[in-house]
């Protein structure tokens, strides 16, 4: 796996791991909606200018790496944009699947890639049972040379899963 690629993987693990405030039993928000209104952000990550619709309320950072990172406030949600780098996406996902296989609690549901080159598509999804009980969903959706990912609590899928189409769907790399 190229240096990218694992920084970004392990970078959104340690996010998966750390987002969010700690929530008590009680105080569990509901379930992340579908009907989020968006906002265009830009930024300069990797050498090129990049911009992906992002939910509105949810800051933004830029990670070291160049990647743009959105936390949603008093949620543990999370949507990460970035560039994948170079290289087959097929053994790039390879490379990442078995890096994960043996992570206590995680089970992954999801691996496929489709085209070549730029057109590129593919996804890698997987829950992560947390030790405290808490079950993530983490879904990675990849674009040509763009890598995008949400994570946030199981229950929350659906929510995450629409964030991503919208991020995945309208962002750009120039």
């Avoid at 569990?28 to 992002?54: E, K, N």
């Avoid at 206590?104 to 405290?132: A, C, Q, S």
Wanted: with cysteine; proline share 5%.
């Amino acid at each position: 796996m190229n240096r990218r690629t694992a920084l970004f993987a392990t970078a959104l693990l340690g996010c998966v791991l750390t987002t969010g405030p700690a929530l008590g039993a009680d105080s569990q928000p509901s379930a992340l909606g579908t009907h989020l209104r968006y906002r265009t952000q830009t930024w300069t990550g990797g050498g090129a200018a990049m911009s992906v619709m992002a939910p509105r309320g949810w800051p933004f950072v830029v990670t070291p790496e160049g990647q743009a990172r959105f936390n949603a406030r008093s949620r543990p949600d999370l949507l990460t944009m970035g560039y994948r780098g170079d290289g087959s996406l097929r053994r790039q996902l390879r490379h990442t699947v078995a890096d994960l296989q043996g992570t206590p609690g995680l089970k992954i549901l999801r691996v496929h890639v489709h085209g070549r080159g730029d057109t590129v598509t593919g996804e890698l999804r997987y829950r992560w049972t947390r030790p405290d009980g808490m079950v993530r969903f983490v879904d990675y959706h990849y674009v040509g040379n763009d890598a995008y990912a949400v994570a946030g609590r199981m229950i929350d899928r659906k929510g995450l899963k629409a964030v991503l189409a919208t991020a995945s769907s309208t962002g750009e790399c120039s």
